[in-house]
């Protein structure tokens, strides 16, 4: 069974552009989540999805993020513009339930320079 | 609201020895606890979790947790490391978010690094 894949892994983009990270999650996981890390600090909540609704983006930092999940399969999160205090890992997860095991991707690394 | 503090950034300690990973939450209401570990280059994965029950939860790889409700920890150890075990390892919460969801909060997470 193929586990939560993100994509790009690793993006460097300049201030004022715009990137798009996507999350696979496990096939029939309902939930799926945003988590950022920034600078080795915390793994910090993004939002979360229960099939295409949000059911909660409280985390989000702020109008230049915007997560969708269109059909309730794959996830994206796109960011527009840039800015330099976005540069972070980002990570996906998935879980059947809403309380249950989250499975992580590998995470996908934004530089912005 | 729930936060998690991990009191060590980096862990180093010697092979076979072993080793304790701190941990420390503060909740208004139940929550369960888990602890992650991240290799280099791959994703967050579950180590071990605590939903109900016994206070002594074993893992993979040979972890334990116990988790102490009075002095609100949940101290990760391991009685012998290996240099496989050396990685980041995560403590975190999930407790309800003012929107009524679950959701997980981290720790700031510890570097463990074995040497031969």
């Known amino acids: 069974e193929a586990g939560v894949t993100q994509f790009p892994s690793h993006s460097v983009i300049e201030k004022g552009q715009t990137v798009t990270l996507r999350c696979d999650p496990i096939?029939?996981?309902?939930?799926l989540y945003w988590y950022r890390r920034v600078m080795g600090k915390e793994i910090k909540f993004l939002l979360h999805?229960?099939?295409?609704?949000?059911?909660?983006e409280s985390g989000m930092p702020n109008n230049r993020f915007l997560a969708e999940r269109t059909g309730g399969t794959y996830s994206t999160l796109k960011v527009q513009p840039a800015e330099l205090e976005d540069s972070g890992v980002y990570f996906c997860?998935?879980?059947?339930?809403?309380?249950?095991?989250?499975?992580f991707g590998e995470g996908s690394r934004l530089t912005v320079l | 609201a729930q936060s998690v503090t991990q009191l060590d950034s980096q862990v180093p300690v010697f092979e076979e020895a072993p080793v304790e990973l701190r941990c420390n939450y503060s909740s208004s209401v139940s929550v369960y606890l888990f602890w992650y570990v991240q290799y280099p280059n791959q994703g967050l994965q579950l180590l071990l979790k605590y939903l109900s029950g016994s206070t002594l939860v074993k893992g993979i790889n040979g972890f334990e947790a116990e988790f102490n409700k009075s002095q609100t920890s949940f101290h990760l150890r391991k009685p012998s490391v290996h240099i496989s075990d050396t990685a980041e390892y995560f403590c975190a919460v999930s407790g309800l978010r003012d929107t009524g969801r679950r959701a997980l909060t981290f720790g700031s997470g510890t570097r463990l690094q074995v040497q031969p």
């Open positions: 997860a998935s879980s059947q339930f809403s309380a249950g095991e989250l499975f």
């Open positions: 096939s029939g996981h309902d939930n």
């Open positions: 999805f229960v099939k295409e609704s949000k059911q909660d």
